[in-house]
């Protein structure tokens, strides 16, 4: 395979990111512009407060430019292509809103619920729409099951999908890096599936996030000059289900977005045991707040993290390739 595939969309993602994300803090900062600590959040966040958010902006223009880009140049562009992209954008448009409102119009809690909730459901039916125009198969494909047909029901599984995942990386973001390393993590797996299964389009998505992921990594690792936001959180988690879905391997992101499946599960459980037993499972959740509240530092638990996440996305790689 031709290494200019590779290397171009990681490489020029990265380096849009790296050169304007230096503009975007300034900017941000200069505009008091930052993040909001949340009252019930670990009190140690509390010093966090005012460091410039909304970063996800870079991520998402570095990508969704590098996608169109080198598709193009690489003759590659596809219908699947502009799928990807548009979920990526439109999720991160309902982010920014729900980011807006909390930057600049100070309401912290941002968006309600059920209006992101109806904005990610619009989103991911137009892209059930646009698979239904490619005629693509509304089946699941198991290891050891095989494919299993839907029907109608298909559209309902990638409605859940997409908001579940986007949940799930959104409620991952909340210590510094975590999301950007878990994330690259978890687009750089696809992207090697995607070159097994030969699905260069999506391969050329996949690297082009991860390229913007690496750059933004390098200003949000701690300390955080910049947070991404929902704008970049929701997106990414939107990216992640839209690429298990066109890859026809939508079970392998129970395993590559393992940590952001435990993070969801952290929250859902210490809610119901709250409401069913009045007693709390975790310290605090997610589940990264209860690492935090038993010691760990963020940079242990970044490691951590991260670690889990490859062998996981290994595990996966070792099944499918």
Same mark, same amino acid.
């Given at each position: ?80 292509? =502009?799928?990807?992209? *548009?979920? @990526? $954008? ?6 920014? &809103?729900? !980011?807006? #409102?909390?930057?600049? /119009? ?49 559209? =309902?599984?990638?409605? *859940?999908? @997409? $908001? ?6 959104? &409620?991952? !973001?909340? #210590?510094?890096?975590? /999301? ?55 997106? @990414? ?85």
């Amino acid at each position: 395979m031709d290494l200019t595939r590779i290397i171009m969309p990681v490489l020029l993602s990265f380096i849009i990111t790296v050169c304007s994300m230096p503009f975007v803090i300034q900017y941000f900062s200069k505009k008091q512009l930052g993040q909001v600590t949340r009252e019930e959040g670990p009190k140690w966040h509390e010093s966090k407060s005012g460091t410039p958010t909304m970063g996800g902006v870079s991520i998402i223009l570095a990508a969704s430019a590098t996608v169109l880009l080198a598709s193009l140049f690489l003759n590659i562009i596809t219908t699947g292509t =502009l799928l990807l992209v *548009f979920i @990526l $954008v439109f999720y991160g448009l309902i982010g920014f &809103l729900d !980011d807006y #409102i909390k930057v600049i /119009m100070k309401r912290n809690l941002g968006l309600t619920s059920l209006q992101k909730l109806v904005g990610q459901i619009l989103g991911g039916i137009v892209f059930f729409i646009g698979l239904s125009l490619l005629n693509y198969p509304t089946v699941i494909t198991l290891p050891v099951l095989g494919s299993i047909e839907l029907g109608w029901f298909y559209g =309902l599984f990638v409605l *859940f999908w @997409l $908001v579940g995942f986007s949940n799930a990386t959104n &409620l991952t !973001d909340g #210590i510094d890096g975590l /999301m950007a390393s878990t994330g690259m993590i978890a687009y750089l797996a696809y992207a090697i599936i995607a070159v097994f299964q030969e699905q260069y389009d999506i391969m050329v998505f996949a690297l082009a996030v991860f390229g913007g992921l690496f750059g933004f990594f390098l200003f949000n690792k701690k300390p955080a000059k910049i947070f991404m936001g929902d704008v970049g959180s929701l997106a @990414l988690g939107a990216g992640l289900a839209g690429i298990s879905i066109l890859l026809n391997q939508e079970w392998s992101l129970l395993l590559i977005g393992f940590i952001f499946v435990c993070e969801t599960a952290s929250v859902m459980l210490q809610v119901g045991s709250f409401k069913l037993r009045g007693k709390r499972i975790f310290k605090m959740s997610p589940i990264h707040h209860h690492f935090e509240m038993v010691g760990w530092s963020e940079w242990k638990l970044v490691g951590v993290f991260s670690l889990i996440s490859v062998v996981m996305a290994l595990v996966v790689l070792l099944i499918l390739v």
